[in-house]
């Protein structure tokens, strides 16, 4: 009897443990009783009545990250290529999760392709290859709406790759070879042009130097042709004002010495000898000292007979 009691014991002290439930951080559970929604249970710990009330599910509330597999589809201009996408998604409410839709990630995944289908479907292929954030953008949207009566929020969709036809991509390689092509010409030609510019505006400015250099050496010249001019002058001046002061200075001695006017003939004599300085074949003497050039010649005449 008493090993009954004990057996009996441990069954319910199990049961009791099972009926304990601690739901962790970022977690939720859905409970049912008698297979009908009950409640949803948050973080902490809860009690639950045995073998009526049941955990349908333990709801993951983090965000969640779907990597789907590439998907056929067909653009504008009817080339088909395969695109991957990157779904970012969380619950928000658990209840509508379970009980909204059979298989949420299968349901996101077929909204997925049938929404990147229409996107696409409604752009070329250089506006899809060129328009990632705009597609991304759109299906984000559509998906929110679409998902929101299961409970789920979609944060951010990225499309993950775009993958064109080998031929398609093929040509693109070829055009990114031209381009590439053209803009080294491009630059080629831009280089030379440049080089071309400055050979010639240092050639421009080499031939002002040497004018410049030109200008100024001529203006020296010409400055020092001056000076060396000014400076003669000064000379000649500055001779010609000594001569006229020896002049003066012998004339104010004459008249200092009260010479007469005989002497003063005479001296006016010895000027015109001086002027003519071997050089003249006729002067003319003024009548004022001819007497005296006379009585000149008669001493030198008389001189002359004595010896």
Request: glycine share 4%; with cysteine.
């Amino acid at each position: 009897m008493g090993a009954v009691a004990v057996i009996l014991a441990i069954v319910v002290l199990a049961l009791v443990i099972s009926c304990i439930k601690v739901v962790p951080q970022a977690h939720a559970m859905v409970v049912e009783r008698l297979g009908a929604y009950l409640t949803t249970w948050p973080v902490g710990l809860h009690f639950k009545v045995p073998f009526i009330d049941r955990i349908a599910r333990n709801v993951n509330l983090k965000e969640q990250v779907v990597d789907f597999p590439p998907q056929p589809v067909i653009t504008k201009d009817n080339v088909t290529m395969q695109i991957d996408t990157v779904v970012y998604y969380q619950i928000t409410d658990p209840k509508l999760y379970c009980y909204g839709v059979e298989n949420p990630i299968m349901a996101i995944e077929n909204l997925t392709a049938t929404t990147l289908r229409n996107i696409i479907g409604d752009l070329e292929l250089d506006e899809t290859l060129t328009s990632r954030e705009t597609i991304n953008t759109k299906m984000r949207s559509a998906l929110d709406v679409a998902t929101d009566p299961w409970g789920i929020k979609v944060n951010r969709v990225e499309l993950k790759n775009i993958i064109p036809p080998a031929a398609i991509r093929d040509a693109m390689e070829k055009q990114m070879k031209a381009e590439r092509e053209r803009r080294e010409a491009i630059l080629i030609a831009e280089g030379e042009k440049k080089s071309t510019i400055l050979i010639a505006e240092g050639k421009k400015e080499s031939a002002i130097l040497d004018a410049e250099a030109e200008k100024q050496a001529q203006i020296l010249r010409a400055e020092a042709v001056k000076e060396a001019t000014i400076r003669e002058a000064e000379g000649q001046a500055e001779a010609i004002l000594k001569v006229q002061q020896a002049n003066a200075d012998g004339l104010k001695f004459l008249k200092e010495a009260a010479a007469d006017d005989a002497v003063l003939q005479l001296k006016s004599l010895e000027a015109f000898a001086k002027a003519a300085d071997g050089k003249a074949t006729k002067i003319i003497i003024p009548s004022e000292i001819q007497g005296v050039a006379g009585l000149v010649k008669s001493l030198t005449e008389v001189a002359s007979e004595k010896q």
